[in-house]
């Protein structure tokens, strides 16, 4: 059938689901409370620039934006996420209807992605993942609306998300060129070759180019960034877990999104949209090359839900209701019922118990609770690192008020990670202290020359306070100690520094000159 004859849309039908999406989102992210990425990017608002040391502006802007117009809540920073989650619905249904697709194949592809564990764990965060992926939806539907329409101007709009993609998570990159190759690999290879797609290219490239004017005259932070992270992240990651977790990450969903790959590959009916198969094997083979962590995929998987959906509708006919139900409920209510685990609609203290009466009944959900140092603790690790940070905050702030107003004109706060410089950056105001110093991360940018206060509140999740410090200082003490139960931050210390020797403002010196050349 022709895209011309075709019948409408099913956009009423799609916002349905849109709703969902958005409503379950709306009952969990007030809950628990920030994560300490969601402290990071909410600083950069004060900040703006075209680049940060491990992300490019995009969700920068967002920031300024959220706390400019919604305010500084738990809820108001997750309004864009949950916007940008709902777009994904959304743009996953209008794949659905590109590839053929009609109610039945949009109900299974957008329940697929609405229930599976990795779509509503990392759609509620502010943070770039989501908007990452948002990107790589938009950049697959409006290169198949192109496929099937051969109208360019979808082309120039690609060249935009493709740019904004990169202004958001430069794994957008990969992805990007993924899709090339599998289109130049596939019949469809013609569509390439021609001034229109050099327009596009250029669209795109100069979006992102005030972000590499930005890199190169920051000495390349993101190279450092990547170096950082394979060190102290990605060197745990074994390309068997990864490839594991991308069987495990989607639930019962996995039926859904293999059938879909399968479709495109090898069916008559999905024959011209068989480059997205094939740029799903190449980026899965290049994150299993780099160790990559198992989120980084996440935003290919809706194009083969969307292909999942087409590929059922085709083989149960309108005729076998019952067994559409049945495939339905199969890989999407097992999904419903796991739903506690991975997005926080429930008390924290339920979700553990929750994921306790998993690890004892259901042990391959223990995947769920893996951290990044590839071990199982008692949740998982977003949820650990929403926990602990207004008891941090308020501690630090009682160290500094313990001061009198003499001492406090003297009085500098320091954090020496960026989730705790985040918080306390965050929660300064409501507690009237200084702004924090920290060398951690983006923080470096804006630090000050020199920490040379005569008090210094020292907040470190370190315990060798005593050999590190001790010798740069007349005395010092610790004030408090984190003692949420399951943060991550559990433990951290909040120390007083009194008179450190100019050494101490010697070492820092040399620490921040090194950060800014990274």
């Known amino acids: 059938m022709s895209y011309k004859n075709r019948k409408p849309g099913y956009s009423k039908f799609i916002m349905i689901f849109v709703a969902i999406k958005v409503l379950l989102n709306a009952l969990a992210i007030s809950r628990f409370g920030f994560h300490r990425d969601e402290f990071l990017h909410l600083v950069l608002a004060d900040h703006l620039d075209w680049g940060y040391k491990e992300v490019p502006p995009f969700i920068a802007i967002l920031a300024k934006i959220t706390l400019s117009v919604f305010g500084d ?37 957008c329940l697929a992605l609405i229930f599976s564990p990795a779509f509503a764990a990392s759609g509620y965060l502010f943070q770039p993942v989501v908007f990452d992926q948002l990107w790589w939806v938009l950049t697959v539907w409006l290169f198949c609306k192109y496929l099937n329409t051969a109208d360019v101007r979808y082309l120039y709009w690609l060249g935009a998300a493709v740019g904004f993609g990169m202004l958001t998570k430069y794994s957008m990159a990969f992805f990007t060129f993924s899709l090339i190759i599998g ?47 394979q060190a102290t992240q990605l060197d745990y990651v074994k390309p068997m877990d990864f490839v594991i977790q991308q069987l495990l990450v989607n639930g019962p969903s996995l039926f859904v999104w293999l059938t879909g790959f399968a479709f495109l590959m090898l069916s008559f009916k999905l024959r011209r949209f068989r480059y997205l198969a094939i740029a799903y094997v190449l980026i899965f083979l290049f994150l299993l090359k780099m160790n990559g962590k198992n989120y ?149 940018l804006w630090a000050p020359d020199n920490l040379d206060a005569k008090y210094i509140i020292y907040v470190d999740d370190d315990d060798n306070v005593t050999a590190r410090l001790a010798p740069l200082l007349e005395s010092y003490k610790q004030t408090g100690e984190v003692f949420t139960p399951l943060a991550r931050e559990k433990g951290t210390r909040i120390y007083l520094l009194v008179n450190p020797s100019p050494k101490l403002n010697e070492v820092y010196k040399a620490e921040l000159a090194k950060k800014r050349l990274e």
Not at 186 to 209: G, P, T, Y
Not at 343 to 363: C, G, M, N, Q, W
């Open 183 to 229: 289109i130049l690999i596939s019949k469809e290879r013609k569509l390439l070759f021609n001034r229109h797609v050099i327009i596009s290219a250029l669209i795109a490239v100069l979006i992102f180019l005030p972000n590499i004017i930005w890199q190169f005259v920051h000495h390349l932070p993101v190279i450092t960034h990547m170096k950082q992270l």
């Open 296 to 444: 980084y995929l996440f935003g290919a998987y809706p194009m083969l839900f969307a292909a999942g959906g087409f590929a059922f509708e085709k083989m149960i006919t309108r005729s076998k209701v019952i067994l559409r139900v049945a495939t339905i409920v199969l890989f999407v209510l097992p999904n419903l019922l796991l739903l506690p685990l991975f997005l926080p609609i429930f008390s924290f203290d339920r979700t553990v118990s929750l994921f306790k009466y998993a690890h004892e009944h259901v042990r391959f959900l223990d995947f769920a609770v893996t951290w990044e140092d590839q071990k199982q603790h008692p949740t998982t690790q977003d949820y650990a690192d929403m926990l602990g940070w207004e008891e941090m905050a308020q501690k630090a702030a009682q160290t500094y008020h313990s001061l009198t107003p003499e001492q406090q004109k003297q009085a500098q706060i320091f954090a020496d990670n960026y989730g705790e410089a985040g918080a306390l950056h965050h929660f300064h105001k409501k507690y009237n202290m200084p702004d924090v110093v920290s060398l951690n991360s983006s923080f470096a």
């Open 73 to 109: 809540s738990v809820f108001a920073a997750r309004i864009f996420s949950t916007i940008a989650s709902g777009l994904i619905v959304w743009l996953t249904g209008r794949i659905t209807v590109e590839l053929g697709g009609r109610r039945f194949a949009i109900t299974l592809a």
